[in-house]
């Protein structure tokens, strides 16, 4: 893809040049109709994705004025990604699932009005298009037929206000997750749309994007008056920038609306109840948490199962992004990385994992976990790696490979040659613990976010590695399916397997961060332990003793940014 520079017209994708031409030839209706706020109508609306038995959303009935803030809430899996979708009119056709009712912005049918509205998605990487930061911000404002002269102020601007401060012809596919998710916002922002569709636009953003995120939306709100529907499980980031509520419950039915303060005072227990994390809930009024049942545990000294040795990490043909890490990794702990986006952290892991080679230095395991095999994880094969170091990676949708849910799962056992009664049994049981055995029959990628983070780890899980690496297994989870989640990890982890995880999320820090390494953009800044480890290769360890954590109260939102008091 050559590099576009200011004063040049910005080269479309293959893919989008029909609608390229479209936007020329409507270009100056598209230019004077995208600063005017949309209206929304929602007429009995429900769609159902294509082979499923139950509507995703159902009896949608809404009105949306010009220039409303509204928070869309719910539980994993209620619609709310599918609602966002079918206003932004990306749904599709007939072949890919059946659709009832009206769904109308500014009194059209939402697929004649794609020029009107821009949806950032929870997968940054299935909507990014160009190769460099420049082209791909500039590629909405292309097809919407904006003049030439005006698209470099725009992607500067939009650049600037979601803090992504790196070159213009900076690689995309070199982004950390949280600044594609940046790269993302800033590519809708630029387009100045009168509806703006975000899901879950800060899911992956350390605490500090979280408010530079949050911050650019409300300014972008406030200068152009766009219409604003946002889905969001962090309730407190958004509460004081929106104006209306509105909930689905898990059959993507509308159980709120109305304005902020009321739905979160009145209806709260309700909406707690059917997974909404509500700000500011009593421990005595939220539903029990069963990861807070899990009791804090005595960690005696335990013998290493990884260990870092002059590790640096990167990828092929860069600079690695650090050198000379060492640290070590507890058999039978659990072990959390932090550090801002952009740092290294999935790298890091997928390094760990076997996934990617390291740039120099070592990654030794105990010889429990090689089990007779020889050199490091990453020369291993992928079925030696299934029952020793399994790893979910940060976008979900990277890691599926079969057609339904049931059959994903299946994927490593069957590889593993067991028996089918042990397959299904096996997945069978975990199907039901995630709250996916309904599910069983989809495919993978008609799952809200929340639902294919849980079918990720179940396909992992499913194997029984004695190492697990997460990265941000909280991602998208309601209340209810991340005490669940976080519940079951404890288990797991006081059963014997070694729990290595990505996060920003405070509350899961607190419950499962028996170590801690925090990565900055100088290396490992500090190594909290609760265990007095040994080196594997002899060398001595970087990190030092500490108590173990508390547990924090789980009544209201995970993550960061309410623990920070954001607001």
Known sequence: MARMVPGSRPRVH??????????????????????????????????????????????????????????????????????????????????????????????????????????????????????????????????????????????????SDVGLRVPMEHPTHSLSGGHKQRLALATALAMQPGLLLLDEPTANLDPAGVVEVRDAVGRACDRTGTT???????????????????????????????????????????????????????????????????????????????????????????????????????????????????LGKSTLALTLGGLLAPVAGRVNLSAALRAGLPGEPHRWRSRDLLTRIGTVFQEPEHQFVASTVQREVETSLRALRLSPPVIEKRVSALLERLRLDHLAAANPYTLSGGEQRRLTVASVLVAKPRVMILDEPTFGQDRHAWCELVGMLRELVAEGITLISVSHDDAYVELLGEVRLELTASGLAGISDATGLPSLAGSPSAAKASGVVGLPSLAGSPGATEASGVS
């Not at 220039?67 to 719910?74: Q, S």
């Not at 619609?79 to 059209?108: N, P, Q, Y």
């Not at 640290?327 to 702990?333: D, G, K, L, S, W």
């Open 14 to 159: 293959r893919c989008a040049r029909s609608i390229c031409r479209r936007a020329e030839c409507l270009g100056s209706n598209l230019v004077e109709n995208r600063i005017r706020p949309a209206a929304v109508t929602a007429r009995g609306w429900g769609w159902r994705h294509a082979g499923r038995q139950r509507f995703a959303v159902s009896e949608v009935n809404l009105v949306l004025e010009p220039g409303e803030r509204v928070l869309l809430l719910g539980p994993s899996g209620s619609g709310k990604s599918t609602l966002l979708r079918g206003l932004a009119g990306v749904l599709g056709g007939a072949d890919e699932g059946d659709t009832v009712g009206e769904l109308l912005v500014d009194g059209r049918p939402t697929r004649e009005s794609r020029g009107r509205s821009a949806l950032v998605l929870q997968d940054p990487d299935s909507q990014i298009v160009m190769g460099r930061v420049g082209d791909e911000v500039a590629f909405g404002c292309e097809n919407l037929g904006v003049p030439r002269d005006g698209i470099w102020r725009r992607v500067g601007r939009a650049l």
């Open 228 to 342: 604003l529907v946002v889905v969001e499980h962090r309730v407190a980031v958004w509460q004081h920038l929106v104006t209306r509520v509105v909930a689905l419950d898990r059959r993507g039915r509308v159980i709120a609306d109305g304005d902020v303060k009321t739905i979160l005072t009145e209806q709260a227990g309700d909406l707690a109840a059917a997974g909404v994390w509500v700000p500011g809930l009593g421990a005595d009024e939220a539903p029990p948490c069963p990861a807070r049942d899990v009791p804090a545990r005595d960690v005696p000294a335990a013998a290493p199962a990884l260990e870092a040795s002059g590790l640096a990490i990167g990828f092929p043909r860069h600079p690695p992004l650090h050198r000379a890490l060492n640290f070590v990794i507890p058999t039978a702990r659990t072990t959390v990385i932090t550090g801002p986006n952009g």
